[in-house]
């Protein structure tokens, strides 16, 4: 079993920056793929970024340019950096992890972007 916690979540004003971090734990060691998923109140969950076990990363359209996942496998951590927030990026934020066998998810971490 693997378990993900994210952190990092908060609210920012819009044109600001927000890092978000996952931790995983357990039985880590097939892991291959890592992202970030949101969604929003009343609205579809929408993939946010993936990164593979080689680095190759994608992007939903609309954070491209804005946003970067990377991952430290020394720390078993992947992060989304997020800059230039939108009020339109307020959602709630999950991380996944994904094995041979399943996807697993985090808790999940509020994302605000409000003045």
């Known amino acids: 079993q693997v378990q993900l916690v994210e952190s990092g979540g908060g609210l920012v004003q819009p044109g600001g920056s927000l890092r978000l971090s996952c931790v995983a734990s357990?039985?880590?060691?097939?892991?291959?793929?890592m992202g970030w998923y949101r969604q929003a109140p009343g609205k579809q969950r929408e993939l946010v970024a993936t990164?593979?076990?080689?680095?190759?990363?994608n992007y939903l359209d609309s954070v491209k340019g804005r946003f970067t996942i990377s991952r430290d496998n020394a720390k078993n951590t992947v992060y989304l950096q997020m800059d230039s927030l939108k009020p339109e990026d307020t959602a709630v934020y999950y991380c996944?992890?994904?094995?041979?066998?399943?996807?697993?998810w985090g808790q999940g971490t509020q994302v605000t972007v409000s003045s």
């Open positions: 990164i593979t076990s080689g680095d190759s990363t």
């Open positions: 996944v992890a994904d094995d041979p066998s399943r996807r697993y």
């Open positions: 357990g039985n880590i060691f097939n892991i291959y793929n």
